[in-house]
C-alpha cells in the first residue's frame, strides 16, 4: 500500500516480493492494521498544498532555502518534485506467517506466527528483532495491536507509575485506549481526556474515570476533586492535534513533582511557571521502545543486554502479547472496520473521513490465510474448494493435507461443485484414498485440524443455516460430524445467492465486476 506525497492519494500496486535476508524473517502477511494518528497526519499532508505543507514542516523549508543558495533553484525544484514522486510504503502493525528463515537468525521457524512493524503489503521482510512470537491463544486481530499497544506500553516505563497512583489519558483513541488497559492491569486509577463520548464510554468500561471536553468538562478541576487537591502523580498525553491545551492542562493536573510523557503528538507551548513552580518532569516517548532509529539493533540486529536493557523493542513486543494471552489486554473489541487489501483506499478515505473509527485492520486472503503448517483440512462444497489453489497461487508455507470425506488426503483437490464440474472430491497425486467410512472415523477423532465449509445464511447472532433452503429442509448432513471436533471452523461463501453473474476485468485495470448480483441475501 503506498502513499504519494505530492498529492496525498493512496493506491495499492503490485511490486516485486521481496526475498530474505540474512538476520531477516520473510512473513506472508495475514493481518495489518492501520495506525489512524500517524498514517492520518501522513495523508492529510500528502493531500495539503505546497503553502499547507510549508508550513507543517518548516525545517525541510530551511534546507530548501539553503540548497537553492547552494545548487541553484531549478536543481532544487527537481530535487523537491523527486522526492514527492517517490512513493512512501505505509504501515506498521503486522501479523502473518513466517515462510523462510533469513541466514543467522535463531529462535524461529517456518509457520511460526509473528508480530512485527512490518508494512502493509503481502509480503514482507522484516528484521527478527523487531518480530515476536504469536502465542496461540491470541488472534491475527489481536496479534494486529502488538506494535502499537507497545508505543502505550513504552510511555507508561517512561511514566513509571506504581501501584495507587492516579494517573491521567489525554487523547483515547487506540493508544489512549490501551494505555487505560495497560494502566489499571498496573494497579493505577485512571482518569481519561476526551472529546468523543464513545471513546470515553470505552474507558469506562476499561475501568477509568472520564471527562468529556465536548461537553465543556474540565479536565483539572476534575483531577483536583478526584485526588482531593493532591494532583495526579502522572499524566500521558496520547493525543494527536497541533493545539498546546493538552501540555498545559497536563501541566496544570499534575501534583509537585509530577511526571508528564508526551507518547502522541501535540503543542509545545510550555509555561515555564507551571513547570517550575511543581518541579515537573517532562519527556517524548520515542516509539515503541530502545532500539527504535539505532540501525546497529534494527538493521544489524545487535541486541542490549537485558541485563543493561530490560525492555527494548522486541522485548516490549512480547509483553504486550503476553498481556493479550492473560487477557489482562483487550484489544478484539477496539476494530470498528474491515477492508481487503486491495480496498486498501477505502480504508484510508474511512480515517479520513471524520466519521468514528477506531481499529482499522486490512485483511489478505482471509481464508487461506488462516491455514497453519501440517494442518489437516476438510473442504466443503463452493468456494471452500478454492482454498488449495489460493495456496499454490500464493505460495503459502506448508504443508496442508487437503482432505474430502469422500476418502482423498493429501495431494492437489479438484475444484469446483458437482453439479457445474463434477470433480468435487478427486484429488490429483493423494498422499492416499480411504473408505468414506473410515474418513469419518477419521474426523471423529479428532483427527481434523480445519473445516472450511460453505453456508446458506448467517443470522444477527452467528447462527449458521447450512440446511434450510426457502422451507426445503435438507438438514445438516456432514457438517455435524465435520466440524465438532475440528480445531478451527471456516465459512466460506458470497454474500447472495441465486444465477449471480460476475465477470473478470482485464489487465491494465483488473478485477471483478458484478453484473447481476444474487437475489438472495445471505446475511
Same mark, same amino acid.
Not at 492494521?33 to 523549508?61: H, N
Not at 494532583?231 to 493545539?243: F, Q, Y
Not at 478451527?488 to 473478470?504: P, R
Given at each position: ?49 505546497? $503553502?499547507?505543507? *510549508? ?47 533469513? /541466514? ?27 518480530? *515476536? ?25 517512561? /511514566? ?14 487506540? $493508544? ?74 497536563? *501541566? ?7 511526571? $508528564? ?9 510550555? =509555561? ?96 487461506? =490465510? ?13 468456494? /471452500? ?40 472430491? /478427486? ?24 473445516? *472450511? ?71
Amino acid at each position: 500500500v503506498l502513499q504519494s506525497l505530492r498529492d496525498g492519494t493512496t493506491r495499492v500496486e503490485d511490486v516485486p516480493c521481496p526475498a530474505v535476508r540474512p538476520g531477516h524473517l520473510l512473513v506472508r502477511t495475514t493481518r495489518t492494521l492501520i495506525s489512524a494518528g500517524t498514517e492520518r497526519m501522513l495523508v492529510e499532508f500528502g493531500k495539503a498544498g505546497w $503553502i499547507e505543507k *510549508a508550513w507543517q514542516q518548516p525545517d525541510k523549508v530551511k534546507m530548501v532555502w539553503e540548497k537553492i543558495r547552494t545548487d541553484g533553484l531549478v536543481p532544487t525544484i527537481e530535487s523537491v518534485m523527486n522526492k514527492l514522486d517517490q512513493p512512501l510504503p505505509l504501515g506498521y502493525c503486522n501479523v502473518g506467517v513466517v515462510e523462510q528463515v533469513g /541466514a543467522g537468525v535463531t529462535g524461529f521457524s517456518v509457520g511460526d506466527r509473528v508480530a512485527s512493524n512490518g508494512k502493509h503489503a503481502e509480503v514482507v521482510c522484516v528484521p527478527a528483532i523487531l518480530c *515476536a512470537k504469536v502465542p496461540d491463544t491470541v488472534s491475527d486481530d489481536e496479534a494486529a495491536f502488538t506494535v502499537l499497544s507497545s508505543i502505550a506500553l513504552q510511555g507508561i516505563r517512561l /511514566a513509571q507509575p506504581t501501584l495507587g497512583e492516579t494517573v491521567a489519558v489525554i487523547g483515547l483513541g487506540l $493508544i489512549g485506549l490501551v494505555t487505560v488497559q495497560l494502566l489499571r492491569a498496573n494497579g493505577c486509577k485512571v482518569i481519561g481526556v476526551d472529546f468523543d463520548e464513545a471513546k470515553l464510554a470505552a474507558a469506562r468500561a476499561m475501568g477509568a474515570e472520564t471527562v468529556n471536553r465536548g461537553v465543556g468538562q474540565d479536565p483539572v478541576a476534575f483531577a483536583e476533586a478526584f485526588t482531593a487537591a493532591r494532583g495526579v502523580d502522572a499524566v500521558l498525553i496520547t493525543a494527536a492535534t497541533d493545539s498546546h491545551e493538552p501540555v498545559q492542562s497536563a *501541566a496544570r493536573m499534575s501534583r509537585k513533582r509530577g511526571r $508528564i510523557v508526551l507518547v502522541g503528538v501535540a503543542g509545545l507551548k510550555l =509555561s515555564r511557571a507551571d513547570f517550575y513552580e511543581k518541579e515537573l518532569s517532562f519527556q517524548v516517548s520515542c516509539s515503541y521502545g530502545p532500539g527504535r532509529y539505532d540501525p546497529s539493533y534494527e538493521e544489524r540486529g545487535n541486541d542490549y543486554p537485558i541485563g543493561f536493557v530490560r525492555w527494548t523493542e522486541q522485548r516490549n513486543f512480547e509483553a504486550v502479547l503476553d498481556a493479550m494471552a492473560q487477557g489482562s489486554l483487550k484489544v478484539g473489541e477496539l476494530v470498528s472496520h474491515r477492508f481487503p487489501v486491495d480496498e486498501a483506499d477505502r480504508a484510508y478515505d474511512c480515517i479520513t473521513s471524520g466519521q468514528p473509527t477506531l481499529g482499522v485492520l486490512l485483511e489478505y486472503r482471509r481464508a487461506a =490465510s488462516e491455514l497453519q503448517a501440517d494442518d489437516v483440512i476438510n473442504l466443503g462444497v463452493g468456494m /471452500a474448494s478454492g482454498i488449495p489453489s489460493v495456496v499454490q497461487e500464493e505460495g503459502l508455507a506448508g504443508p496442508f493435507h487437503f482432505s474430502t470425506e469422500h476418502g482423498g488426503l493429501g495431494g492437489m483437490p479438484a475444484i469446483g461443485s458437482p453439479k457445474k464440474t463434477g470433480a468435487f472430491g /478427486a484429488h490429483f497425486n493423494p498422499d492416499c484414498i480411504l473408505d468414506s467410512m473410515e474418513v469419518f472415523d477419521f474426523y471423529h477423532g479428532g483427527g481434523l485440524d480445519v473445516a *472450511a465449509l460453505g453456508f446458506a445464511q448467517v443470522r444477527r447472532d452467528g447462527s449458521v443455516n447450512v440446511g434450510d433452503f426457502e422451507g426445503n429442509l435438507r438438514g445438516p448432513g456432514g457438517f455435524v460430524d465435520i466440524s465438532h471436533r475440528a480445531r478451527l471452523i471456516l465459512f466460506c461463501g458470497e454474500l447472495t445467492a441465486g444465477k449471480s453473474e460476475l465477470e473478470l476485468i482485464s489487465e491494465p485495470q483488473g478485477g471483478l465486476k458484478i453484473v447481476r448480483d444474487g437475489r438472495h441475501r445471505k446475511f
